[in-house]
């Protein structure tokens, strides 16, 4: 089974609106981490925001929040007031530290595009 | 602060050959994982380094190699290049095992280019 699953291959947004990016995770280790990153056409993997399983509050970091649903196992990603420089692949992503696999399963990714 | 850098940006080898790709981690990160992206494949983990130690291990064959220094850079060897092997790696970096991993942060990564 597949451990991080985002449904939505690709994205159209406004710009200026905000829109919810999909995520959910599939674990039995009750101590993980949720991340979630953007990768611009340079390949470069930015690291936007991180929810811990014990956490809660929904994490923020300025216009990126994560609607952080644990019953549901869904970490959505939600980015507000749009703008032309979000247009970008977005990764979701888990670590499991309770088994010791400190290292990021990642998503397949969902591209999203900011139309003006 | 420096973040995670990855050297070289580019490389281009031929199929039989070997490549040596280098990543030094943010400062007071002790943690190195390697990634593989190919096209297509999305993010696959390859290795995960933490205190000298090989950690954990992706599904990847054993030509796929490397090592983590005592100042916690890294490097990681590709023995035997076949075709399939041209992706991107990108090296990210964390606290180590003793902390919980809130945030692991990657460099801009190496183009490897088998020919």
């Known amino acids: 089974a597949q451990k991080i699953t985002q449904t939505q291959p690709g994205m159209f947004v406004q710009e200026k609106e905000a829109v919810t990016l999909d995520c959910t995770y599939d674990?039995?280790?009750?101590?993980?981490?949720l991340f979630w990153y953007k990768q611009p056409s340079s390949g470069e993997m930015i690291f936007l925001i991180y929810q811990g399983s014990y956490d809660q509050q929904n994490a923020t970091e300025g216009r990126y929040s994560l609607n952080f649903q644990k019953a549901r196992k869904s970490a959505n990603l939600v980015i507000s007031a749009s703008q032309l420089g979000d247009s970008a692949m977005y990764f979701c992503?888990?670590?499991?530290?309770?088994?010791?696999?400190?290292?990021?399963?990642f998503g397949k990714g969902t591209k999203l595009s900011v139309i003006p | 602060e420096a973040g995670v850098t990855q050297s070289p940006t580019h490389l281009i080898k031929t199929r039989g050959q070997q490549a040596t790709l280098r990543c030094s981690p943010i400062s007071g990160h002790t943690s190195v994982y390697w990634y593989q992206q190919a096209l297509g494949l999305g993010l696959q983990f390859l290795l995960w380094y933490d205190e000298g130690e090989e950690r954990n291990r992706g599904n990847f064959p054993p030509r796929f190699s490397g090592r983590q220094f005592p100042n916690y850079s890294s490097e990681l060897n590709v023995n035997a290049l076949e075709l399939e092997d041209s992706a991107l790696y990108l090296c990210a970096s964390s606290y180590g095992t003793g902390r919980m991993n809130t945030e692991a942060f990657f460099g801009q990564g190496t183009r490897l280019t088998v020919v």
């Open positions: 674990t039995s280790d009750p101590s993980y981490g």
């Open positions: 992503a888990m670590s499991e530290m309770g088994a010791g696999s400190y290292q990021l399963t």
